[in-house]
């Protein structure tokens, strides 16, 4: 189903033919979903991709989710809306292959359900009464658990305008990357309930929810639940559920679209991590999870690993080397530490390496990124950093 | 310092990755050692510190782990059961409304009540008493990572907003009463010398004036880089520009790992500076270990620094 021409190396990058996985990304995938625990190079190895896709000549959008505005950091822009803005990377010396564009989009979490919820209303008197209702009110402010609904709705509304060859959805840290997960089935769980269809069959008949619902005296449930949560929160309730009855439909709908959309072959997961023990218990949770459910991991990512020093620039005989050198017995020795330190680190993290890489590369390819010598802040960064990714060196 | 130990709750928080965890359980070994009754409670079991001291996973019931020191997970489906007990008196009630299935559908539906009950649980063992004297002196929650942590303490005063009357919105009172007590609870904040962990610090700081969430408390710096000497740098580069090219291919690498380390720790100081200068002066630092292992030793030897400088 692909229309994708056949992929060919970005001038910029000549004698660097691209990596099997970005191989595989070009030609098979419409959305790639970044997750993994905080402080791995999520948000940076997102937006490395948006890069090397766009310099191949796919129009590419990065969305992020985040909380935090880190996307919008290592993109070098001072600030994102809930729309896309386009990176210029002629401006900073790049040179993509005809066609190819890098945008970038921070999520408003309130905006895009607010959006939905107009989207769907079918009078604007009805729009204007969920506003009103102090549920939704709250709701749409404060909601952990729908954020991540709105994630994949905003992904899925992006998805329909056909404006991009290729999306990378940045996802928020592990545990709620999970319920990113969950979020689509547990929505249309919700809006198949048996409960829901008494309700609305209540509405239906009666013309009004909340008269069933606070016929309190006949209820003894319902009365129970008053003196629990104050009868009024019940005529909100009802008043929330009566109103939104226009909306579930299109919902469930979207839902059920979504959670299409993640077991489709069109989307796949990378999973980034880094070399620390309780990164790697992160990365193979994770990974354990996409097996389970069905989906479609591309590759675990592991960043920020170091190169071992040579054997002869830490042994015993370069202490006196050192000295020699340094001309300062106390410098010898802090060097020589130093080297130690980095060389013990490296064999730490060559056994999380392996560790994982003994789980996971049957399923999927594990492949390690060298930290850089300096912070990646900007597409030059990014660029060093995802040429360890997406770029095979043959040399 | 020893005032540190005198506030009921401490709520640790930071970004996530920033080692979060394993402060908010140092802090809670170091009160327990200098005798405090401790509880350390955690908000996301499946990833619990109990799994880096070979222990069992923690359930709702606190657990006596180490001497004055015991564990306990926030676990919203427990807590929501109890809460409604707390509230109904009954159990048989409890039963005939709670397993009724479509109260739990709604109950589900109602949006943050799970974050809700997480708070009230946490109220009640602050409250709870072990004959005159409050049962724990201290309790250390290991809180979610920043935009998890807003929202969360956040809903207290949604539901005070929300419900016009009744218990929730007593409960509500209850929990803001204790959030909003400085003598009660302190938000503490753990950051590394690294921009975004440093930016996010900044952040929470600031939704807690700007949404009274709670009062500031420590932040705690983790993973400084210890310095090198100040010539080591210049000096290896100095000695090797002039030395044989068999002694510069030999210790190239070992040159460029000194002097990476040397930028990233002036990087990440670059970094701290942009927090309060207040905080800054007051912050306790922690210092990146060489190897990063998170075993029982290694929580041990964090404690023990974190001890010193109290």
Known sequence: ??????????????????????????????????????????TTTSAALGLFAALAGKRVLVLTIDPARRLANA?????????????????????????????????????????????????PGDLERIRQNRLYRSMSQALAGIQEYMAVAKLYTVLQTNAYDLIVLDTPPTSHALDFLDAPRRFVDFLDHDALQWLLKSTATAGKLSFRLLDVGSSYM??????????????????????????????????????????????????????????????LFFHRKLLHEGLRALSVLVNRLHRALPEDAVDASATTALQTLLGDPALAAAAMQAGADHNALVTAEQVELRRLKGEVEVHAPVCGVYELDEDVHSLQGLFAMGEQIFLRDDR | ????????????????????????????????????????????????????????????????????????????????????LMTLKFKALYNAVFENRIVRYFLRAVPSLSEFVLLGKLWFHEGERSGDAPKYDLIVVDAPATGHLISWLRVPHVFDEMMPTGPLKKSARDMLD?????????????????EMPVNEAIEIAHAAMQHRLATRGLTFINRILPPLPDALVATLHAGLAGADGATQKR?????????????????????????????????????KRAVPIADEAAVMALAAELEAQL
């Open chain 1, 222 to 283: 319902m009365k129970t639940i008053g003196r629990l949560s104050g009868v009024d929160i019940l005529r909100e309730i009802g008043e929330f559920v009566s109103s939104f009855y226009p909306l579930f439909l299109g919902f469930k709908d979207r839902s059920d679209k979504i959670a299409q959309l993640l077991v489709s072959r069109d989307l796949g997961f990378v999973v980034v991590s880094a070399p620390t023990q309780p990164q790697i218990d992160e990365a």
């Open chain 1, 75 to 123: 993109l070098g822009l001072e600030e994102f809306g809930n729309s896309a803005r386009a990176v210029s990377l002629a401006e900073l010396g790049f040179e993509p292959q005809p066609g190819g564009s890098l945008s970038a989009m921070m999520l408003d979490m309130k905006q895009t359900f607010d959006d939905m919820v107009a989207d769907y209303a079918a009078h």
């Open chain 2, 178 to 194: 204790m959030l909003l007590d400085p003598k009660r609870t302190k938000l503490d904040i753990v950051t590394v010398p690294e």
């Open chain 2, 251 to 287: 210790f190239a690498a070992l040159e460029r790992t000194v002097a990476t380390r040397e930028h990233w720790r002036q990087l990440g100081e670059e970094y701290l500076q942009r927090l309060p200068a207040a905080d800054l002066k007051r912050a306790i630092r922690l210092a």
């Open chain 1, 1 to 42: 189903m692909s229309t994708t021409p056949a992929f060919t190396v970005p001038p910029l990058v000549a004698g660097k033919p691209p990596s099997d996985l970005f191989k595989r990304i070009l030609r098979d995938k419409r959305v790639v979903v970044a997750c993994g625990s905080g402080g791995v190079g999520k």
């Open chain 2, 1 to 84: 310092m020893e005032r540190l130990f005198d506030t009921r709750v401490r709520i640790v928080t930071g970004k996530g990755g920033v080692g979060k965890s394993l402060v908010a359980l140092s802090l809670a070994i170091v009160a327990a050692r200098r005798g405090k009754r401790v509880l350390f409670l955690e908000t996301n079991p499946p990833e619990s510190v109990t799994r880096f001291l070979g222990k069992p996973k923690l359930d709702g019931e606190p657990r006596l782990v180490y001497e004055n020191l015991w564990m306990a997970g926030l676990i919203p489906s427990e807590a929501i059961r109890e809460y409604a």
